[in-house]
């Protein structure tokens, strides 16, 4: 069965950085689109980031510039770069794999997920 642990949340001031990680088990990594989402409290899952399988990569319009996603195949392993992070960045950031290969900003075209990791920005 297909699992994905995120890590890397954690609570850091506005204006600093963080690295989230997503690895994958099982399955056919490289050939997955990976996404990030987020989801404040009280307010939708949100899409942030996503990658395909060629590492085309496409964002949300508020985190473009600051945040970064890439992928390792050789670790099954996907990342969230995150800069100059702002409060209203603070939310629960959840990894999801689409076994299309594709990249989506909708939530329902990914197959899998992960549980998320809570990242906090202080102001």
């Known amino acids: 069965q297909v699992q994905l642990v995120e890590s890397g949340g954690a609570l850091v001031q506005a204006g600093g950085s963080l690295r989230l990680s997503c690895t994958v088990s099982?399955?056919?990594?490289?050939?997955?689109?990976m996404g990030w989402f987020r989801q404040a409290p009280g307010k939708e899952r949100d899409f942030v980031a996503a990658?395909?399988?060629?590492?085309?990569?496409l964002y949300e319009d508020s985190v473009h510039g600051r945040f970064t996603i890439s992928r390792n195949n050789a670790k099954n392993t996907v990342y969230l770069q995150m800069s100059a992070l702002k409060p209203e960045d603070t939310a629960v950031y959840f990894c999801?794999?689409?076994?299309?290969?594709?990249?989506?900003?909708?939530?329902?075209?990914?197959?899998?997920w992960g549980q998320g990791t809570q990242v906090t920005v202080s102001s």
């Open positions: 999801a794999a689409a076994a299309s290969g594709s990249y989506s900003q909708r939530w329902y075209m990914y197959t899998y």
């Open positions: 099982e399955g056919t990594f490289s050939s997955y689109g």
């Open positions: 990658i395909n399988w060629a590492n085309t990569t």
